[in-house]
């Protein structure tokens, strides 16, 4: 039960798009289509913000999409905006449980 | 509203018991398969565990390092998850969540707000 491998950081500035990626292997990431993303801010429980690789519940702006390629999945924001700034996982099923990515820092510059 | 409080985090002893509660509304609770997140102090995410619905089993699965100490359980009649967690290390301090997966069988939404456990003597 190894973590998703997620960068440390990233950035961006205002109105630019930015990437996260989340690299598992083909027992967690690259074996299921359940890939979901959260967004943190500081002393708050974490956000949805994606999940099964691609879907947006209800509420999340547009903004934000989902991918997978392999055993890459992806999180991509445009239009970046101040408040998008936050941590940002992902998570993955992995037959029976579940592991999260290490995390991904969000600047907006 | 859907809504997870958790209740019983505190400060405990190395070795040491505690339980913790997340009581659930708005949702059918009985029908859903219930999750244990826990985040330490500046840390990322780690799964702790689920229970599944009685139509599943309650079948239960744990991460590898809770695994033989911690119980999930549950009690449809009063709306309710627990975590019993036993045998307690000092790395186990961090705040616990309870979530859910309302859309999609792993897409986790709603969260509680969360119950502090510390581990210190």
């Known amino acids: 039960q190894s973590a998703l491998t997620q960068p440390r950081s990233v950035s961006g500035s205002p109105g630019q798009s930015v990437t996260i990626s989340c690299t598992g292997t083909?027992?967690?990431?690259?074996?299921?289509?359940?890939v979901s993303w959260y967004q943190q801010h500081p002393g708050k429980a974490p956000k949805l913000m994606i999940y099964d690789v691609s879907k947006r519940p209800s509420g999340v702006p547009d903004r934000f999409s989902g991918s997978k390629s392999g055993n890459t999945a992806s999180l991509t924001i445009s239009g970046l905006q101040a408040e998008d700034e936050a941590d940002y996982y992902c998570c993955s099923y992995a037959g029976s449980y579940g592991v999260f990515g290490g995390g991904t820092k969000l600047t907006v510059l | 509203e859907v809504q997870l409080v958790e209740s019983g985090g505190g400060l405990v002893q190395p070795g040491g018991s505690l339980k913790l509660s997340c009581a659930a509304s708005?949702?059918?609770?009985?029908?859903?398969?219930m999750h244990w997140v826990r985040q330490a102090s500046g840390k990322g995410l780690e799964w702790v565990g689920r229970?599944?619905?009685?139509?599943?089993?309650?079948?239960?699965a744990y991460a590898a390092s809770v695994k033989g100490r911690f119980t999930i359980s549950r009690d449809d009649s009063k709306n309710t998850a627990y975590l019993q967690m036993n045998s307690l290390k000092t790395e186990d301090t961090a705040v616990y969540y309870c979530?859910?997966?309302?859309?999609?069988?792993?897409?986790?939404?709603?969260w509680g707000q969360g119950t502090l456990v510390t581990v210190s003597s």
């Open positions: 083909s027992s967690d990431v690259g074996g299921y289509n359940y």
């Open positions: 708005g949702f059918t609770f009985s029908g859903s398969a």
């Open positions: 979530t859910t997966a309302v859309a999609g069988p792993w897409g986790f939404d709603p």
């Open positions: 229970i599944r619905s009685k139509a599943n089993s309650y079948a239960t």
